[in-house]
């Protein structure tokens, strides 16, 4: 397998103006449908053999698609580059039922990722738009999660990228109208969203449950509370991964004076430490926490080996392997439920 990213010594161990420390945010890293999904990858790779194809990156990050392609995962961008009658693995993210289709008709072996909070979404959309509301769908058009939500029903949905996109929305009947949102969001700016979207729709019809996910909640209440202590945040993960993007920005909101993201600890500059005492650390849902551990190592070189968990919640949900897979590896322990490894 591909080794981590990592140069010791490479940051200087320099005076801080108090005992430096590291601050480590928990919850972090890998969620349920993360993890669901990855081993739902390398669990058809072992049975099927490679190659196993996956559409789009299975979750957003490049070191865990580095790592299954070195495997034997082969990742496209559509389902007409697989070839006729292979395996083909839908990321964790969720694809439009036009997906769907078009791998059964290519006669693929298709098997599921998607995370079960963003299935959740997509019944949803399917339920509204057949009793005819209109969908205010808060995202960021062109995600993959969007895309997927807003494929179930597109006669139906409207994305609304952000409270700034408010004003100019249209609708055709201000009665039956409802929001529903990609689970990746910063939970404050979505909340703003909403608030804006009721001021002009009164009758704002709400989703009968929360769709931002758990685990998205649960970084950003973590990187809260290390973000008014810290004075540098880093956040791990890729430039893709929105949930990893808006644990920088909820860290510049709630006190950081500076938050930056990076895939590999080898990216961390010399000058973001200096005069630094105190250190937040996260990873978004995507993040393997071998990754995290790398920026730490690499803190400690650094001077800040003292490290003191934030801790804000206990995960503990777990979800089953798709179907597909459940079925062909019924009888053996591979079927068992899954969720929350350390990898």
Known sequence: MPRIPSVRGRLKDTPAPAAKKVLLASPRGYCAGVDRAVIAVEKALEHYGAPVYVRKQIVHNIHVVTELEAQGAVFVDEVDEVPEGAHLVFSAHGVSPAVVNAAADRGLHAIDATCPLVTKVHREAVRFARDDFEILLIGHEGHEEVEGTAGEAPDH???????????????????????????????????????????????????????????????????????????LVIVVGSANSSNSVRLVEVALEYGAKAAYRVDFSTEIK?????????????????????LVQEVLLDLADAGFGSVEEIKTAEEDLMFSLPKELRKDLAGNNDARAIGGRTR
């Open 270 to 290: 010399q000058e973001w430490l200096d005069g630094v005492s105190t250190i937040g650390v996260t990873s978004g849902a995507s993040v393997p926490e071998g």
């Open 157 to 231: 949905v409207t994305i609304v990228n952000s409270p700034d996109d408010v004003a100019n929305i249209e609708v055709r009947d201000p009665d039956k109208v409802v929001w529903l949102s990609q689970t990746t969001l910063s939970v404050d700016e979505t909340m703003e969203t909403v608030k804006r979207l009721r001021e002009r729709f009164p009758n704002l019809a709400d989703p009968p449950s929360d769709d931002i996910c758990y685990a998205t909640q649960n970084r950003q209440v973590a990187i809260k509370k290390v973000a008014a202590q810290a004075e």
